[in-house]
């Protein structure tokens, strides 16, 4: 936080320095002044996770000294590994793996199938291909929890596996429409000369759709990867076996148990949250161009 | 005749259909199949814990959720307090959104950091930000809120329970929930004001207009669209609110957080009532079907008015 004060005081000193309008300057002085508090405010509830974690269970709720780092260790930390480290229990590499192989399989599986039946809506004439773009339609607005019960009546001999946590994900209507409306735009010059040249559709989708469609790509890489690893209500339904929890619903579990102890368990939130907080940092410019892409105006 | 017809499709009709197929069966089998069977199941007493099979009922489910005077009460509760977390949620979490999104429309260094902030709980799955609130919401004075309140009221704030009382555990709900979404909604507006074009802003700073003025009538004419838009969504999540609940209140104290979905899945998982999960499952569908198509009239309006 105080990078973001001094940030901004800097940035006042140059301003005060460059203009003479004392008016503007005071404007920019509140503005980021805003931004600051603004800021605090956001970031108190994951800097209090942060600090907890690595805190003695018993200073952890302990009003705003919360916020107060002292008597720091990584003791939580160890805490963690050592709890999840059997049958029982469960895994903690072993949630990261449920997690990461679910989402990826949801990820990739999903690029390939809706990219393909995207382009076909968009690209090709086929018989029944209106009677699918409607149906498409009709199913974006569709969100999943409208489906969770019958899906989990249906499948609920299979719990406690891995396919059911991906199979259902992997088709989207929405990911469908995000691609279709990509590839609506693309000039068809190209593919049309890649026709004269004798491509046939599934080399021109190859060769020259795929490559130039880099960002809906990266879009629905994103968006598909936030829904799958923060997936709660069917894992809750489908899976009770430690050795097929998912992350998201492991900390859940943790949490009920008793004796609740806030230390170790803002360790585990720690864990779980950050490696996706660090591909976010990385890739932060392609997180925000998803979410703005996501945005359907009629 | 024929040959037009072969034409129309040509060699295209088998490569579509084979690239359509595999799309268009995961769809069938894990969406349409299931929403078929939702509607099926919810004519049926159908009980896990049953040992007889499946009994028609006709439209019995329904009687009792939306009729019977014992048993539909806790469903009108429930979509009641959907109905005002909606309320509350959406002009809160979009004012918000369109607040920190022009404050952040500006040319000033360093804005990208703190865009970063804004967006951050975006990427926390939604089980470990009502993880980090249970804590932040505990009720006595050792709470991190209530310490922060008494702190900025010198003491004049006294402890609040935030997830116990039924008059505040709805508010604190849509609290962390507005803390958790409204990044995603800011990035959206954010991109539909830097659609709007700067020459009308420079047209209504020439014309003298001030601040206010200028967001009146430039801003937000031009983000409408894109401000229907982030009130449908925040609408259907406020009607889809479930993980928060689940873990912080389980519907209580009193039904005070009960939900829609919240009756749903304990229907069914708990008390192994599928019937009526299904059912419920159907009216929330009909629900979000109605919302979608005031989203379209609306917009189609806003086309004429153009």
């Known amino acids: 936080m105080s990078s973001a004060t001094e940030q901004a005081k800097k940035e006042v000193m140059r301003r005060i320095r460059r203009s003479r309008s004392p008016k503007k300057v005071i404007k920019t002085f509140f503005h980021y002044m805003f931004l600051t508090v603004v800021t605090a405010i956001f970031f108190a509830p994951i800097a209090y996770m942060l600090i907890g974690s690595l805190k003695p269970t018993a200073e952890v709720l302990d009003g705003i000294n919360g916020f107060v780092p002292k008597n720091l260790s990584f003791n939580n930390y160890l805490q963690v590994f050592a709890t999840f480290n059997d049958e029982s229990m469960g895994f903690l590499w072993r949630f990261y793996t449920n997690s990461i192989l679910v989402s990826f399989v949801i990820v990739f599986g999903g690029l390939i199938v809706n990219s393909m039946i995207a382009y076909a809506l968009a690209r090709l004439r086929w018989r029944g291909r209106d009677a699918v773009q409607v149906l498409v339609i009709l199913l974006v607005i569709l969100p999943f929890e409208a489906i969770a019960i019958p899906l989990f009546f249906l499948l609920r001999d299979f719990r406690n596996t891995y396919f059911v946590q991906f199979l259902p994900f992997i088709a989207s209507a929405f990911s469908i429409y995000l691609f279709y409306t990509f590839f609506i735009g693309l000039p068809l010059e190209i593919q049309e000369s890649a026709r004269i040249d004798g491509a046939g559709p599934w080399r021109i989708y190859r060769a020259i759709i795929i490559p130039m469609s880099k960002p809906v790509f990266a879009s629905v890489t994103i968006l598909s990867f936030l829904g799958a690893w923060s997936s709660f209500l069917f894992p809750l339904m489908m899976v009770d076996n430690p050795l097929y929890v998912p992350l998201p619903l492991e900390i859940q579990v943790y949490f009920t148990q008793p004796p609740t102890d806030w230390g170790p368990i803002f360790a585990f939130g720690v864990i779980l949250v950050l490696p996706v907080m660090a591909v976010f940092l990385l890739f932060q410019r392609w997180f925000i161009q998803s979410v703005a892409a996501s945005a359907i105006k009629g | ?306």
């Not at chain 2, 007889?52 to 509760?77: A, C, H, N």
């Not at chain 2, 804004?118 to 799955?125: L, Q």
């Open chain 2, 1 to 306: 005749m024929a040959k037009a017809k072969k034409s129309k499709f040509g060699q295209d009709n088998l490569v579509g259909v084979l690239m359509s197929l595999p799309g268009l069966i995961l769809l069938t089998l894990f969406v349409i199949v299931p929403f078929i069977t939702a509607i099926y199941l919810s004519f049926f007493n159908v009980d896990f814990n049953m040992v007889q099979g499946p009994q028609f009922w006709g439209l019995e489910q329904y009687r009792r959720i939306l009729v019977d005077p014992i048993t539909s009460p806790i469903f009108y509760k429930a979509l009641m307090n959907n109905m005002t977390f909606a309320l509350i949620v959406v002009p809160a979490q979009t004012g918000l959104a369109v607040l920190l999104a022009v404050m952040l429309n500006a040319k000033l260094k360093g804005i990208a950091f703190f865009r970063t902030f804004f967006f951050m709980p975006v990427v926390f799955p939604m089980s470990l930000v009502a993880i980090i609130w249970a804590l932040m919401f505990s009720r006595d004075s050792m709470g991190m809120l209530n310490g922060l309140l008494n702190l900025f009221s010198f003491g004049y704030i006294q402890p609040i329970d935030w997830l116990g009382d039924p008059n505040i555990a709805l508010l604190s709900i849509a609290l962390l929930s507005i803390w958790a979404g409204v990044g995603f909604q800011m990035v959206i507006v954010l991109a539909g004001l830097q659609e709007i074009p700067a020459e009308l802003y420079e047209a209504a700073s020439l014309d003298r207009a001030n601040f206010w003025q200028r967001f009146w009538n430039v801003t937000v004419p031009g983000l409408r669209n894109t401000l229907i838009f982030v009130i449908i969504i925040t609408t259907i999540f406020s009607l889809r609110l479930f993980d928060q609940v689940f873990i912080l209140t389980k519907g209580g104290p009193i039904d005070a957080t009960q939900t829609v979905m919240y009756q749903a899945v304990t229907s069914a998982f708990i008390e192994g009532n599928v019937g009526r999960a299904s059912a419920i499952t159907v009216i929330f569908v009909l629900i979000i079907i109605a919302i979608t198509l005031l989203q379209r009239l609306v917009l189609r309006q806003n086309r004429e008015v153009k």
